[in-house]
C-alpha cells in the first residue's frame, strides 16, 4: 500500500521515455529471478522472469538483464506509461526449496505526463 | 489474483489478543505462502506450505503459526498480537515445484493498538 511507498526510494521519469529500475540480489546461488509490480493497495503481481543461465529475457515493453558476476539484476520499461507507476520488486529463489522467494525492498516508480 | 482471497482485508486488535487471518484459494495450487509487508523491508516470508497439513517457518516466523487442513485454505495466526506485527499481510499460492511463479492475495491490514 501507500505506506510501503513512501520509504523507498523513488524512480522519476516522464511518459514516453524508457525506465531502468535495479536490483542487488543477495544469493550467488539463486537460480531463478523475477520481477513484480505492486500498485496501491494491490498484491504484487508477475511481470516477468529469468533463469540464471540466461543474461537476458524480453517481454512485451520490458527486458530484464541478469548480471551474474556483480549479482545485479535490471527491468527496463521501454515508452513508460502512467500506468506503470507502482512499486516494483526483484525477488529471487534457488531450486529445490518450495520456490520460497526472497524479495528486494523494492523502487517506486513515478511517471509524469 | 488467481482466485485468491484474504479475509478481513482490515482488521484492528489489542495487544495480547489472537488474530487469524485466512488465505483462500480455487486453483488448486499446492504451494501457499504468508508474507508480511513493512517499510524498507519488502516482502519477508513468515511461513510457508507444499501440502495439506505441511507447513514449516520462513525468515520471520516468531510469533506466528500456521494450518493447513486443506488444499484451498491456509490460516495464519498470531497467538498474541503485539504493536510489531502491525503490518499488511499477504498470501500467496504457487502451482507446483515445477512453476516458480507467486501469485498474490489482496492484502490484510492489521493494526495491533
Known amino acids: 500500500g501507500e505506506s510501503v511507498g513512501l520509504h523507498l526510494p523513488t524512480l522519476s521519469v516522464q511518459e514516453g521515455d524508457n525506465s531502468i529500475i535495479n536490483c542487488a540480489y543477495s544469493n550467488s546461488a539463486s537460480d531463478y529471478f523475477i520481477w513484480y509490480k505492486q500498485e496501491s493497495g494491490k498484491g504484487p503481481q508477475f511481470i516477468i522472469d529469468?533463469?540464471?543461465?540466461?543474461d537476458k529475457r524480453q517481454g512485451q515493453r520490458v527486458t530484464v538483464l541478469l548480471n551474474k558476476t556483480v549479482k545485479h539484476l535490471s527491468l527496463q520499461i521501454a515508452a513508460t506509461q502512467p500506468g506503470d507507476s507502482a512499486v516494483y520488486f526483484c525477488?529471487?529463489?534457488?531450486?529445490?526449496?518450495?520456490?520460497?522467494?526472497?524479495f528486494g525492498a523494492g523502487t517506486r516508480l513515478a511517471v509524469h505526463p | 489474483d488467481a482466485g485468491i482471497t484474504q479475509s478481513p482485508r482490515h482488521k484492528v486488535t489489542e495487544t495480547g489478543t489472537p488474530v487469524t487471518l485466512r488465505c483462500h484459494q480455487t486453483e488448486n495450487h499446492r504451494y501457499m505462502y504468508w508474507y508480511r509487508q513493512d517499510p524498507g523491508h519488502g516482502l519477508r516470508l513468515i511461513h510457508y506450505?507444499?501440502?495439506?497439513?505441511?507447513?514449516d517457518k520462513g525468515e520471520v516466523s516468531d510469533g506466528y503459526s500456521v494450518s493447513r487442513s486443506k488444499t484451498e485454505d491456509f490460516l495464519l495466526t498470531l497467538e498474541s498480537a503485539t504493536s510489531s506485527q502491525t503490518s499488511v499481510y499477504f498470501c500467496?499460492?504457487?502451482?507446483?515445484?515445477?512453476?516458480?511463479?507467486?501469485?498474490f492475495g489482496p492484502g490484510t491490514r492489521l493494526t495491533v493498538t
Open positions: 525477488a529471487e529463489t534457488q531450486f529445490g526449496g518450495y520456490n520460497k522467494l526472497i
Open positions: 500467496a499460492t504457487g502451482p507446483d515445484s515445477f512453476s516458480y511463479e507467486q501469485y
Open positions: 506450505s507444499y501440502g495439506v497439513k505441511d507447513t
Open positions: 529469468i533463469r540464471s543461465n540466461m
